[in-house]
């Protein structure tokens, strides 16, 4: 994993419970606008990258692909084969880095790559996609962020994250997203891109997991802590949030194929 936050340690599985019941995956319109441009069709071989607790993964296997999740993250695996067990879907889950895949020939149509892109070594994950796409295959790499430059509810919970972990670089999130990432230009040709926005339902209570459930909070601070900050975010919702709202998100994804 890269190294983010000053460097501080990051475990995503001290945050599982949290991120399995409050972190929500991108919306169906998202799945709809991949479905047209030939992503997420039945029968298709997909591979979820840092699929955490499997969102991708199991809205994709309901959609009748083929679906294998890989994470490096022990904790989030088994809570994703649980979550899948429940919704009686057929998930491949493996506990295994991006850097690493455990496969031995070409047998995904697609990869998939949702918030976990820039925890990756990409000189390390690319030549891996190579290896295990199918000729013609293709990557998808999409992101699903709030934002909290415009909305007032997600940059007072940020400003608060920041009081107990300054060291957290996922505040302010300027909102661009680049037409051409810079990354891909040299081995991938780009074959569609989209953005938009959509407010997204909460609770206090689900707010209040969301933001648990953060990089900077669950994944980083002591139990302690998380105890700490969640009971003083609650008194801050409780102060600027009326016990319904939404919240804005910005979704978007960019689709590659290898160049020839």
Request: aromatic residues 10%.
């Amino acid at each position: 994993m890269k190294v983010v936050d000053a460097g501080r340690a990051i475990d995503w599985g001290k945050t599982s419970k949290d991120y399995a019941r409050h972190r929500p995956g991108p919306p169906a319109s998202f799945y709809d606008k991949l479905r047209a441009l030939d992503v997420g069709l039945p029968g298709q071989r997909l591979l979820d990258l840092g699929t955490g607790t499997g969102l991708l993964a199991r809205e994709f296997a309901a959609r009748d692909c083929r679906v294998t999740g890989i994470d490096v993250s022990a904790e989030q695996v088994h809570m994703a084969q649980a979550l899948a067990r429940m919704a009686g879907l057929a998930v491949d889950f493996r506990v295994a880095p991006a850097e690493a895949l455990p496969f031995e020939a070409p047998l995904f149509d697609i990869v998939t790559a949702n918030q976990c892109w820039q925890y990756f070594d990409l000189a390390r994950v690319v030549p891996e996609l190579r290896r295990v796409l199918v000729k013609d295959g293709l990557l998808v790499v999409s992101h699903f962020n709030y934002l909290a430059r415009i909305d007032p509810i997600a940059r007072a919970s940020e400003s608060l994250v920041l009081k107990f972990n300054p060291d957290w670089t996922g505040a302010g999130w300027h909102g661009h997203v680049s037409a051409h990432p810079a990354w891909s230009r040299d081995a991938f040709d780009q074959r569609a891109m989209f953005y938009y926005d959509e407010p997204i339902p909460f609770t206090r209570e689900s707010w209040r997991g969301r933001m648990r459930a953060l990089r900077g909070i669950g994944a980083t601070l002591s139990a302690d802590e998380v105890a700490v900050f969640d009971a003083e975010h609650d008194t801050l919702l409780g102060e600027i949030a009326p016990e319904e709202f939404t919240v804005l998100h910005r979704i978007y994804a960019h689709v590659f194929a290898f160049k020839e």
